[in-house]
């Protein structure tokens, strides 16, 4: 096991509270187990059990859940966005996450950098309708402007058959190229990130 630990955590935005079965989870918790072997420790909070309020600020008063969700991205290394697919589109859910992220563009720390720019995030999604590379594209570019950054290969996914009532929870077994892709993403993620706790960006250069 490599010296370095490093924790990841997951933001599931699926739409079904706990303790229902979720696609999105099965899917997140193969990438965290995929993570393990590289020394990587994961957690995961479901979005939908919590009160995250509305907004752009890293604060909406009373009774808002993102905050403590806010520290625990924080205090981790690797972000594992996971979201399924609804009308072809990332959840309500996902979005509302990527929203409340937009407060980090102001953060920065003493050296100029964006306050996530040591930060490593991998993309998940699940799905019965195509859609998943415009998901990831989208989910990513949003990721990428808040100071995360994305590895080589930093998404996995499965989309069923259209039309069809089918969900990833429902397999037997993990489809071979969706077990590849996620072993992928664990390989490149851990060593990124590794190499970013390591040898951090840059200091920007002051204007």
């Known amino acids: ?64 859940a993102w905050p403590a969700i806010r520290t625990r991205i924080l205090a981790s290394d690797i ?40 930060k490593v995030a991998v993309i998940a999604v699940v799905g019965n309708e195509d859609g998943a590379h415009a998901i990831v594209a989208d989910v990513a570019q949003g990721l ?4 995360f950054t994305v590895p080589s290969q930093g998404s996995t996914y499965w989309n069923g058959e259209a039309m069809q009532s089918v969900d990833y929870n429902d397999l037997d077994e993990t489809p071979e190229k969706v077990a590849a892709a996620t072993a992928a993403l664990a390989a490149n993620a851990a060593h990124l990130a590794r190499l970013l706790a390591e040898h951090p960006y840059p200091p920007l250069p002051s204007s």
């Not at 992220?101 to 964006?114: C, Y």
């Open 79 to 118: 972000l594992v966005f996971a979201t399924p697919t609804w009308m072809g589109h990332p959840s309500s859910v996902a979005q509302r996450v990527l929203e409340r992220l937009d407060a980090e563009i102001a953060e920065t720390d003493d050296d100029g950098r964006a306050i996530l720019a040591g």
């Open 144 to 147: 990428i402007d808040v100071g």
């Open 1 to 64: 096991m490599p010296d370095t630990p490093l924790q990841a955590l997951v933001l599931n935005c699926t739409l079904k509270p706990s303790p229902a079965a979720s696609s999105t989870e099965l899917l997140a918790q193969q990438v965290l187990d995929a993570l393990a072997p590289y020394g990587v420790s994961g957690s995961s909070v479901r979005l939908v059990d919590h009160d995250v309020k509305p907004g752009v600020e890293s604060d909406m008063g009373d009774g808002d």
